[in-house]
């Protein structure tokens, strides 16, 4: 396969936080932004991300890291965690989110340094819902607005609500899936920023405005005021939107959005990511600036944070906080100790179709990609995969000498190929890229090749697979594809893991 473009890491471009990184929530503290979203049944929960010039983001962490904080047993494929929202308030960070898995809710946690760490969940029963908001007035008294669009008083500190959730503004008649409500005081006015029309291609933004925090409300006039439904732009599904003012009084947003490609429909499959753009204010409406895939220059300088290296050697006694697996982690099944600089993984699971299957992996964030690793599977079978989820899945697997390539779409699974190989660690690869010929309605978005990758560093494909099958236009839900590491037998090693990207 030939060698794609290396992407220019001087231009600042939008997605500013690509690949699944979804329904985005911010603040300010001083110079300092912070950004977090939602993780869904992936565990640790949701990532957290600093930032200096709101372009570049380092993740710091996860807010819920400990299984006490974060229970997804039993819950299905893009349920578990959904639409944090991040405010900074009387010298402690909060934050307020739904675990959308049996037995679970809305709960707040807070913390005093965003790095971590954050303490135990503070459940809120009385909050209905989803997508809860955390808003505070002038006497200090905490207002918790949710999808639908309602609202209620809180006590964020013991989770006690008072009186009954109120119906505020929810984007005018008809609308559909009012959602990720966010209330702020501007100026004279409060305003409530909300999405509608759902997460997919009519996703919007829209907004209202009251002299209480609790209304009534007056729409604005140019509503939505962000929305890119109906159009051929090729960032779609703008939605869930949160509102961040600079130090220079310059006023911000972030926002989810994707960028489908291929033929009709078009096939999003990174997930939905965080984009960023300009607001104005006139006559007292936000105005959204133009969304586009290169930023211009900001009115500050930019503050590149550390670039995480993209190989990982796995000669850290805890992993970095990009890394995920599906539902938990317990150390006996996922470990760097057990033989150092290497990552070990015990099955508990027959195929990556099982719903408890040992995974790790890490979001894949471009478009085109290359992700290799070393793996030792003579203890068990194992390797590397790009999951969507249960049902929507390809790896290819290693047990002893031979390796083999298998592809999972809805309710069928099929051995695409096999393989035999010398007896010892082999470098599994799987390559993403443009389709071949980018013509015509059915083309896909890219093609995913899984293959071997010989002593002198000759990748050897064993199979070829239409990416559109790993897609959320195909397989539904709300994630994105996560590249990593699995066990299905036994005991598996892998030595190191690299992710190349080789294009945005």
Not at 97 to 125: H, K, L, R, Y
Not at 145 to 158: F, Y
Request: aromatic share 8%; glycine share 12%.
């Amino acid at each position: 396969m030939p060698p794609l473009s290396q992407p220019d890491e001087r231009r600042l471009t939008n997605p500013v936080i690509p690949g699944f990184h979804p329904d985005p929530s911010v603040c300010r503290v001083g110079d300092d932004y912070y950004l977090a979203c939602s993780s869904f049944e992936y565990f640790p929960g949701v990532p957290l991300f600093h930032s200096r010039d709101l372009v570049h983001w380092t993740q710091i962490g996860n807010v819920l890291d400990r299984p006490e904080q974060l229970r997804l047993t039993g819950t299905w494929s893009s349920g578990g965690i959904y639409a944090p929202t991040l405010r900074h308030h009387d010298g402690r960070f909060w934050l307020i989110v739904t675990n959308c898995t049996e037995g679970g809710g809305n709960f707040i946690v807070t913390a005093t340094d965003p790095a971590g760490p954050w303490s135990d969940p503070i459940w809120a029963p009385g909050v209905p819902g989803i997508d809860p908001d955390l808003a505070w007035d002038e006497d200090g008294t905490c207002w918790c607005t949710v999808a639908g669009v309602s609202q209620l008083r809180i006590d964020p500190s013991t989770g006690q609500t008072y009186g009954t959730p109120e119906r505020l503004w929810s984007g005018g008649p008809g609308a559909k899936a009012p959602e990720a409500p966010h209330l702020y005081r501007i100026g004279d006015y409060w305003y409530l920023l909300i999405a509608a029309g759902g997460t997919e291609r009519g996703h919007g933004v829209s907004i209202a405005r009251g002299r209480t925090p609790n209304g009534p409300f007056e729409p604005c006039p140019d509503n939505p005021i962000l929305t890119h439904r109906s159009t051929d732009h090729p960032v779609q599904n703008t939605g869930h939107a949160d509102l961040v003012q600079g130090p220079d009084d310059s006023w911000w947003m972030v926002f989810l959005g994707v960028r489908p490609g291929g033929g009709t429909p078009g096939w999003h499959v990174l997930g939905r990511e965080t984009f960023l753009a300009p607001v104005t204010w006139v006559d007292g409406w936000p105005v959204v600036g133009e969304v586009t895939l290169d930023l211009p220059e900001l009115p500050w300088p930019l503050v590149p944070g550390p670039v995480e290296e993209r190989r990982d050697d796995f000669d850290h006694a805890e992993l970095r906080p990009s890394w995920i697996s599906v539902r938990d982690r317990p150390a006996e099944l996922c470990t760097t100790k057990e033989r150092p600089g290497w990552l070990t993984l015990r099955a508990r699971g027959i195929s990556l179709d099982e719903p408890d299957v040992v995974f790790t992996g890490r979001r894949q964030q471009h478009q085109s990609c290359r992700a290799r690793t070393l793996v030792d599977a003579s203890e068990g079978s194992g390797g590397l995969a790009v999951r969507l989820d249960e049902q929507h899945h390809y790896e290819i697997e290693a047990s002893g000498t031979q390796v083999r390539v298998v592809a999972r779409v809805g309710s069928l699974r099929t051995v695409v190929a096999e393989q035999s190989v010398p007896a010892g660690p082999v470098v599994l690869a799987v390559t993403v890229a443009d389709p071949p010929s980018p013509h015509g309605p059915c083309t896909g978005p890219d093609v995913v090749s899984l293959g071997v990758e010989g002593p002198d560093g000759t990748f050897n494909a064993l199979a070829t697979l239409d990416g559109r099958y790993l897609s959320t236009e195909v397989a539904g839900g709300f994630t994105g594809r996560v590249i990593g590491m699995y066990a299905t037998a036994g005991a598996v090693h892998f030595d190191w893991f690299d992710y190349e990207p080789l294009s945005g």
